[in-house]
């Protein structure tokens, strides 16, 4: 439950910055990052990142052209002159600032969030710790 949360949480910080609910989704989502970390990919290199079909992959790339965040060129494979590259866009690099920003956002809610459960977890662990009726029931681990 809380994964899906932290998901839709991202996807709403996503799409805040960017302005555009249109590729917040895990499979845009996902072939933007990996094009803006790893460079130019075939599509059969984003299917199989993905886990889409080939025609599914076509079908997000398709869209995600008409949003303007990605082209397909070729010519860039020396070997294959006719192999077909899927590239971020200008857009698609500013929309890929918009996912890292959503990202480093959660991260820090996440990292405050995960300060303060640690706090409530050691006064609720000394509590029982405290109450002889309870004694032995202290899920807290030794410290190093």
């Known amino acids: 439950m809380a994964t899906v949360e932290l998901g839709e949480a991202m ?8 302005g555009d609910t249109s590729l917040a989704f895990n499979a845009p989502l996902a072939v933007i ?3 803006a ?10 299917a199989a990142f993905t886990g889409l079909t ?5 079908k997000l790339i398709d869209r995600m052209e008409e949003a303007g965040v990605v082209t397909r ?17 200008d857009k698609g690099k500013a929309f890929a600032h918009a996912i ?11 990292r405050s969030l995960s300060a303060e ?13 405290e109450r002889p009726a309870l004694e032995g029931i202290s899920r807290r681990r030794p410290r190093a």
């Open 11 to 18: 996807a709403g910080s996503i799409v805040k910055r960017s």
């Open 33 to 35: 990052t990996e094009l």
């Open 37 to 46: 970390l790893r460079g130019p990919r075939r599509p059969s290199q984003l």
């Open 54 to 58: 080939s025609g599914g992959v076509t």
């Open 73 to 89: 060129t070729t010519g860039l494979v020396k070997r294959d002159q006719r192999a077909v590259m899927v590239t971020l866009t």
């Open 100 to 110: 890292a920003e959503g990202v480093l956002e959660q991260i820090t809610l996440i």
């Open 117 to 129: 459960m640690t706090t409530l977890v050691d006064v609720v662990d000394s509590e029982l710790d």
